[in-house]
């Protein structure tokens, strides 16, 4: 079973920046996506930005400009918050993605909240 902590979250004014990391406790070296998914009170959770091992990041249309995802050590991502505004008020969660028989098999962790404070 593949473990997935994250870290970082807290409390930050309007137009502050914050950085969250997510590790995955996975032990081979075979092909993965790591994404952040956010999810607002009231709201359907929602992809923030993924990035697969190969390097190839995607970004929620909200995210484009002001968040970047990062994956600098093998099972181990970043996400890079600028400019943050009340909207972005949510529970961050980090999810790792790999293949089983060619089957995607996905490991969540429990999210780290995020109060973007006016």
């Known amino acids: 079973q593949v473990q997935v902590v994250e870290s970082g979250g807290g409390l930050v004014q309007v137009g502050e920046s914050l950085e969250l990391s997510c590790e995955a406790s996975e032990s081979s070296a075979s092909p993965y996506t790591m994404a952040w998914y956010r999810q607002a009170p009231g709201k359907l959770r929602e992809l923030v930005a993924s990035?697969?091992?190969?390097?190839?990041a995607l970004y929620g249309d909200f995210a484009k400009g002001r968040f970047s995802i990062s994956n600098p050590y093998i099972h181990f991502v970043y996400l890079r918050m600028n400019s943050l505004k009340p909207d972005d008020t949510a529970v961050y969660y980090c999810k790792f993605q790999t293949w089983v028989r060619s089957v995607a098999v996905d490991y969540w962790g429990k999210g780290t909240l995020v109060t973007v404070s006016s």
């Open positions: 990035i697969t091992s190969a390097g190839t």
